[in-house]
């Protein structure tokens, strides 16, 4: 009996076996076999098979294989690229519309790529990120969980000492408060300061280029400063272990320099220059254990392997245990790795936060880009005509279909690689701008590798995205009839062509409907009455002795007619200081949370700033003497207490009784997006809130007088400190920037898009009129009209944007009023809104394609119909 | 030109298939170093040296016929050529030159 030599063996011989070898070697190992066979078992032989079969994987054996083909690929690589390039420069209208669109998509990818990128690095460098946690207080109030992370001082060093999990707990605070630092003859007046206990070095990985993270702060009177800090106040000099005074005359204290921070990287949530210990806080002021007094920020780093749930579990009621009051709110802890981007809450549960807007700009990213790719695809397809010659010749000596789709990968590749390149030189100049615009500290990595695999691959997948979808088309043509003569259906697969041009003006049509929404909120709420006067209105914070001689100050700046008034308060009239929900009236309900704003004012407040006085009156001191404990409420108050008649009630608020005098209409104090909260005006019974003087400048004289007598008098008032002082319409109109910003980006955007769109279309638009052209001579000579005939070509180049309007008109319609939901002061956006886009787009177009069609139609019918 | 080496193992090679003739391929050659200088040889060896000697212009090819005993596979049949032919007799004259050197052995 014969047995077969092993099929297995022999199949992956001729894997790797070169096929002009393969038979008389697959030959001599069988004949080898057989022999085999008689001198050993079949199961030996057919071992020895299998070993000698795997021994003719060599060099020797494997490298017979390759030449000539790799040669011959080469061959028809550089043939390919040849073509390519002769195609770009025949049509080079064509070429660059499908360059500069690609162009601007890759680069408005990679712009919102870098910052997306940027977004998800905030605050992951540090070493042991996913053991730091930050507390929040949860409260139930009204029904409604509301979630916070501004925490009690007392709750870090608690945490510290009774739970065995943690293994170190922090109070973190940056208020912003003013200091002043003295170094021999130099004077720097800074706000970027913070507070933190002495284990903030060792938990976050700031690094410290002097000094010691671990005792930096173990004497109270030290400060940690950054190195741009410390050469701005040591200039070149040592900073580590000199002594710096901070405040001044008797007032101050010195503080030793135990640590230089290396400067914070940009992508930090944390801001400071400088640190100082909670120890020096408490030097002062005691120990702080009350619990109902919510202020720090307190970060938590739990020991390895803690399991978070059950961590929480255990901590959620340590504020109830502490103070025996079982109403108060829970604390739990929530990683520091998702705080940039997933710290909204709502009832209780995180939902998103940053990370819906940066899940927004992605889409916005992909969109662009999708819109350059629909540009090549729609322009290769409707050209298709132009190679199909090409392609059947190709064909006919005996490229495969594969070779063919290889090719024409290659070309929209070699396309695509032109374009990053382009756009890599315009993100290069223009980041810069791109960073100021969103305020991010954005870099090209050159020196990454992986920034140039990112760039390489972004390039080969647009390439493949675009290319794709051609190439299979183009490389499907019969080389026999086209070689007859039988032409392809004149438009090609028109209707997705349509499908495509539809989805691109339907995003365009989409962030034109953005655009005029923001553009119209903004505006909105810019008109907003403010409730106050801002014209010629400036504040003042109360810095070094200009708290002491305010009384000189203001009555030499009445006097001197600079000012027309002056108020001193606790609050600019542009932010919140402190609001309460423990206000008490008559007929309170004891349940009612509402939260009352407090500002305090020492006279006039309503004149100076502008608010109108509706009922009762203005404080006065005096003309009378007890409205150091007069109170004026804001419409909103009246409502929320439910007074009819407000004038002469009595409310209590910490323990004082104050008697409402008046009611002011309401203004806005916070945000102007927002609805206006009940504002309660208190006297100057106590002296401690004040801060800030509002002065309203005399409008008789020019601003700059005005300033420039301030500025004299500052001088003599506080003479340690520079002179500043704020418009309160410049500080009113930085509530805007965020809008603006979203403003500015949709706008570059659709602009952005539009170009895209437009160049697509006006591509296509000279194609359709360049097949048609006989027809349109044709047409002429049987008596057709200029008009008729331009009405004909741009219905066919608009029908696809009307389409557009009609599916995607709804979606931004809602997806708009979702976007205006998370403002409760809006526009409703009304029914005009999506027509207005609509025909500024549908002009936009009929505009591009009637530069084509207008003289495709006024050409003269000879001309095209002269040559057959 | 610089002159051509051959190595151990191709001369006998390239002898072989001087020899074999018309039964010069790639399993006969194994079988022959096998029987006659009792040595073992993997077939593949044989196969990558005969092509290497083919790639040098020492040998031709051909394809032969195939055998039942072959699974009716063809055969590459070797034929040495003049140049071959050449490089093996001078290789043969200089080992007899070099021979010479030899003191003759003295039958003790």
Same mark, same amino acid.
């Given at each position: 009996?014969?047995?077969?030599?092993?099929?297995?063996?022999?199949?992956?011989?001729?894997?790797?076996?070169?096929?002009?070898?393969?038979?008389?070697?697959?030959?001599?190992?069988?004949?080898?076999?057989?022999?085999?066979?008689?001198?050993?078992?079949?199961?030996?032989?057919?071992?020895?098979?299998?070993?000698?079969?795997?021994?003719?994987?060599?060099?020797?054996?494997?490298?017979?294989?390759?030449?000539?083909?790799?040669?011959?690929?080469?061959?028809?690589?550089?043939?390919?690229?040849?073509?390519?390039?002769?195609?770009?420069?025949?049509?080079?209208?064509?070429?660059?519309?499908?360059?500069?669109?690609?162009?601007?998509?890759?680069?408005?990818?990679?712009?919102?790529?870098?910052?997306?990128?940027?977004?998800?690095?905030?605050?992951?460098?540090? $070493?042991?990120?996913?053991?730091?946690?930050?507390?929040?207080?949860?409260?139930?109030?009204?029904?409604?969980?509301?979630?916070?992370?501004?925490?009690?001082?007392?709750?870090?060093?608690?945490?510290?000492?009774?739970?065995?999990?943690?293994?170190?707990?922090?109070?973190?605070?940056?208020?912003?408060?003013?200091?002043?630092?003295?170094?021999?003859?130099?004077?720097?007046?800074?706000?970027?300061?913070?507070? $933190?206990?002495?284990?903030?070095?060792?938990?976050?990985?700031?690094?410290?280029?002097?000094?010691?993270?671990?005792?930096?702060?173990?004497?109270?009177?030290?400060?940690?400063?950054?190195?741009?800090?410390?050469?701005?106040?040591?200039?070149?000099?040592?900073?580590?272990?000199?002594?710096?005074?901070?405040?001044?005359?008797?007032?101050?204290?010195?503080?030793?320099?135990?640590?230089?921070?290396?400067?914070?990287?940009?992508?930090?949530?944390?801001?400071?220059?400088?640190?100082?210990?909670?120890?020096?806080?408490?030097?002062?002021?005691?120990?702080?254990?009350?619990?109902?007094?919510?202020?720090?920020?307190?970060?938590?780093?739990?020991?390895?392997?803690?399991?978070?749930?059950?961590?929480?579990?255990?901590?959620?009621?340590?504020?109830?245990?502490?103070?025996?009051?079982?109403?108060?709110?829970?604390?739990?802890?929530?990683?520091?790795?998702?705080?940039?981007?997933?710290?909204?809450?709502?009832?209780?549960?995180?939902?998103?936060?940053?990370?819906?807007?940066?899940?927004?700009?992605?889409?916005?990213?992909?969109?662009?880009?999708?819109?350059?790719?629909?540009?090549?695809?729609?322009?290769?397809?409707?050209?298709?005509?132009?190679?199909?010659?090409?392609?059947?010749?190709?064909?006919?000596?005996?490229?495969?279909?594969?070779?063919?789709?290889?090719?024409?990968?290659?070309?929209?590749?070699?396309?695509?690689?032109?374009?990053?390149?382009?756009?890599?030189?315009?993100?290069?100049?223009?980041?810069?701008?791109?960073?100021?615009?969103?305020?991010?500290?954005?870099?090209?990595?050159?020196?990454?590798?992986?920034?140039?695999?990112?760039?390489?691959?972004?390039?080969?997948?647009?390439?493949?995205?675009?290319?794709?979808?051609?190439?299979?088309?183009?490389?499907?043509?019969?080389?026999?009839?086209?070689?007859?003569?039988?032409?392809?259906?004149?438009?090609?697969?028109?209707?997705?062509?349509?499908?495509?041009?539809?989805?691109?003006?339907?995003?365009?049509?989409?962030?034109?409907?953005?655009?005029?929404?923001?553009?119209?909120?903004?505006?909105?709420?810019?008109?907003?009455?403010?409730?106050?006067?801002?014209?010629?209105?400036?504040?003042?914070?109360?810095?070094?002795?200009?708290?002491?001689?305010?009384?000189?100050?203001?009555?030499?700046?009445?006097?001197?007619?600079?000012?027309?008034?002056?108020?001193?308060?606790?609050?600019?009239?542009?932010?919140?200081?402190?609001?309460?929900?423990?206000?008490?009236?008559?007929?309170?309900?004891?349940?009612?949370?509402?939260?009352?704003?407090?500002?305090?004012?020492?006279?006039?407040?309503?004149?100076?700033?502008?608010?109108?006085?509706?009922?009762?009156?203005?404080?006065?001191?005096?003309?009378?003497?007890?409205?150091?404990?007069?109170?004026?409420?804001?419409?909103?108050?009246?409502?929320?207490?439910?007074?009819?008649?407000?004038?002469?009630?009595?409310?209590?608020?910490?323990?004082?009784?104050?008697?409402?005098?008046?009611?002011?209409?309401?203004?806005?104090?916070?945000?102007?997006?927002?609805?206006?909260?009940?504002?309660?005006?208190?006297?100057?019974?106590?002296?401690?809130?004040?801060?800030?003087?509002?002065?309203?400048?005399?409008?008789?004289?020019?601003?700059?007088?005005?300033?420039?007598?301030?500025?004299?008098? $500052?001088?003599?008032?506080?003479?340690?400190?520079?002179?500043?002082?704020?418009?309160?319409?410049?500080?009113?109109?930085?509530?805007?920037?965020?809008?603006?910003?979203?403003?500015?980006?949709?706008?570059? $955007?659709?602009?952005?898009?539009?170009?895209?769109?437009?160049?697509?279309?006006?591509?296509?638009?000279?194609?359709?009129?360049?097949?048609?052209?006989?027809?349109?001579?044709?047409?002429?000579?049987?008596?057709?009209?200029?008009?008729?005939?331009?009405?004909?070509?741009?219905?066919?180049?608009?029908?696809?944007?009307?389409?557009?309007?009609?599916?995607?008109?709804?979606?931004?319609?809602?997806?708009?009023?979702?976007?205006?939901?998370?403002?409760?002061?809006?526009?409703?956006?009304?029914?005009?809104?999506?027509?207005?886009?609509?025909?500024?787009?549908?002009?936009?177009?009929?505009?591009?394609?009637?530069?084509?069609?207008?003289?495709?139609?006024?050409?003269?019918?000879?001309?095209?119909?002269?040559?057959? | 030109?610089?002159?051509?080496?051959?190595?151990?193992?191709?001369?006998?090679?390239?002898?072989?298939?001087?020899?074999?003739?018309?039964?010069?391929?790639?399993?006969?050659?194994?079988?022959?170093?096998?029987?006659?200088?009792?040595?073992?040889?993997?077939?593949?060896?044989?196969?990558?040296?005969?092509?290497?000697?083919?790639?040098?212009?020492?040998?031709?090819?051909?394809?032969?016929?195939?055998?039942?005993?072959?699974?009716?596979?063809?055969?590459?049949?070797?034929?040495?050529?003049?140049?071959?032919?050449?490089?093996?007799?001078?290789?043969?004259?200089?080992?007899?030159?070099?021979?010479?050197?030899?003191?003759?052995?003295?039958?003790?």
């Amino acid at each position: 009996m014969k047995a077969n030599p092993p099929r297995g063996a022999l199949r992956m011989l001729s894997w790797f076996c070169p096929n002009h070898l393969y038979e008389e070697i697959e030959g001599d190992l069988i004949q080898q076999f057989s022999r085999d066979l008689k001198k050993f078992s079949e199961v030996r032989s057919r071992r020895r098979f299998y070993w000698n079969m795997i021994r003719f994987f060599r060099p020797g054996i494997l490298l017979r294989n390759k030449p000539t083909t790799r040669l011959n690929s080469l061959d028809m690589f550089t043939n390919y690229l040849k073509v390519a390039f002769r195609v770009m420069l025949r049509n080079k209208g064509y070429s660059f519309i499908n360059l500069f669109s690609l162009a601007l998509g890759i680069t408005a990818f990679a712009f919102l790529f870098l910052w997306i990128q940027n977004e998800f690095t905030y605050d992951q460098f540090h $070493a042991d990120k996913d053991r730091i946690y930050k507390a929040w207080n949860r409260v139930n109030a009204n029904g409604k969980i509301n979630s916070w992370d501004v925490t009690a001082r007392v709750l870090a060093p608690t945490l510290k000492e009774e739970y065995t999990d943690v293994e170190s707990a922090i109070s973190y605070t940056a208020w912003g408060e003013q200091h002043l630092f003295v170094r021999g003859d130099k004077r720097i007046v800074k706000t970027t300061g913070a507070y $933190a206990d002495s284990a903030f070095l060792t938990m976050f990985s700031f690094p410290l280029v002097k000094g010691d993270a671990r005792t930096a702060f173990k004497n109270p009177q030290s400060i940690v400063i950054t190195e741009k800090f410390a050469r701005e106040l040591f200039g070149d000099q040592e900073a580590f272990g000199e002594t710096v005074y901070i405040g001044e005359g008797g007032d101050g204290l010195s503080l030793t320099v135990t640590g230089v921070l290396k400067d914070l990287p940009a992508n930090t949530d944390f801001h400071f220059e400088y640190m100082i210990p909670y120890s020096l806080v408490e030097k002062f002021n005691g120990k702080e254990t009350y619990w109902g007094n919510n202020s720090v920020y307190t970060y938590v780093k739990l020991k390895p392997g803690t399991d978070i749930s059950n961590f929480n579990a255990q901590v959620k009621d340590i504020i109830k245990i502490h103070t025996k009051d079982t109403s108060v709110h829970e604390v739990f802890l929530y990683p520091l790795t998702k705080m940039r981007l997933y710290s909204k809450f709502e009832n209780g549960v995180p939902s998103g936060g940053r990370i819906e807007i940066i899940r927004l700009l992605g889409v916005l990213g992909v969109c662009l880009l999708m819109i350059a790719c629909i540009n090549f695809i729609n322009l290769s397809t409707a050209r298709a005509q132009r190679r199909a010659k090409e392609v059947a010749v190709r064909k006919v000596t005996g490229a495969f279909r594969n070779s063919l789709v290889i090719q024409f990968l290659c070309e929209s590749i070699l396309l695509a690689f032109g374009a990053g390149i382009l756009s890599l030189a315009a993100v290069y100049l223009g980041l810069p701008f791109f960073s100021r615009l969103v305020n991010e500290h954005l870099t090209l990595e050159f020196s990454n590798i992986n920034f140039w695999i990112g760039g390489l691959s972004l390039i080969l997948i647009v390439g493949l995205l675009a290319g794709s979808y051609p190439a299979l088309y183009l490389s499907a043509f019969r080389p026999v009839k086209i070689l007859k003569g039988i032409s392809l259906s004149r438009t090609g697969k028109s209707w997705l062509r349509a499908t495509l041009v539809v989805i691109q003006f339907g995003i365009a049509i989409s962030l034109m409907v953005s655009v005029f929404v923001v553009q119209r909120q903004i505006n909105y709420v810019q008109n907003r009455d403010t409730g106050y006067d801002k014209e010629n209105l400036v504040y003042q914070y109360f810095t070094g002795t200009l708290r002491k001689n305010y009384e000189s100050y203001k009555n030499e700046l009445l006097q001197l007619g600079a000012a027309e008034s002056i108020t001193k308060t606790s609050t600019p009239i542009t932010n919140r200081w402190s609001n309460t929900d423990g206000i008490k009236w008559e007929g309170k309900d004891p349940n009612d949370k509402t939260l009352f704003e407090r500002i305090y004012e020492d006279s006039h407040f309503a004149t100076t700033v502008g608010l109108t006085v509706i009922r009762g009156r203005d404080m006065d001191l005096e003309k009378f003497p007890t409205d150091s404990t007069a109170a004026v409420l804001n419409e909103a108050a009246v409502k929320a207490m439910g007074f009819t008649d407000p004038i002469g009630q009595v409310i209590k608020d910490n323990g004082t009784e104050w008697h409402v005098i008046g009611v002011v209409k309401d203004f806005i104090l916070t945000s102007p997006f927002n609805k206006v909260e009940p504002v309660i005006l208190f006297g100057c019974k106590q002296s401690w809130p004040f801060s800030v003087a509002h002065i309203k400048l005399n409008s008789a004289n020019s601003t700059q007088e005005n300033i420039q007598i301030m500025a004299d008098l $500052a001088k003599k008032y506080n003479p340690d400190y520079p002179f500043e002082y704020e418009f309160v319409d410049v500080s009113y109109a930085r509530k805007f920037a965020n809008l603006e910003t979203t403003r500015t980006i949709t706008v570059l $955007a659709s602009f952005l898009t539009i170009i895209i769109a437009g160049l697509g279309l006006l591509g296509l638009s000279t194609y359709l009129v360049e097949i048609r052209v006989k027809e349109i001579g044709i047409r002429k000579v049987m008596g057709a009209s200029v008009f008729s005939i331009t009405n004909m070509l741009t219905w066919a180049s608009v029908k696809p944007i009307l389409i557009a309007v009609l599916f995607f008109g709804p979606q931004a319609w809602f997806a708009m009023n979702w976007w205006l939901s998370s403002y409760p002061y809006r526009i409703s956006i009304g029914i005009f809104t999506i027509p207005l886009a609509a025909l500024s787009v549908i002009g936009l177009a009929i505009l591009i394609t009637s530069i084509q069609t207008i003289r495709a139609a006024k050409a003269n019918p000879v001309n095209s119909l002269r040559n057959e | 030109m610089a002159k051509e080496f051959l190595g151990e193992f191709e001369e006998i090679i390239l002898t072989l298939v001087a020899g074999l003739q018309e039964d010069a391929y790639g399993a006969a050659i194994a079988e022959e170093i096998e029987t006659r200088l009792k040595r073992e040889v993997n077939l593949s060896a044989v196969h990558v040296t005969l092509y290497r000697l083919e790639d040098k212009g020492l040998i031709k090819s051909k394809f032969g016929g195939g055998t039942n005993e072959r699974g009716g596979r063809k055969k590459r049949i070797f034929t040495i050529t003049n140049s071959g032919l050449a490089m093996l007799k001078a290789m043969k004259e200089a080992r007899i030159d070099l021979w010479k050197l030899v003191p003759q052995l003295q039958i003790a």
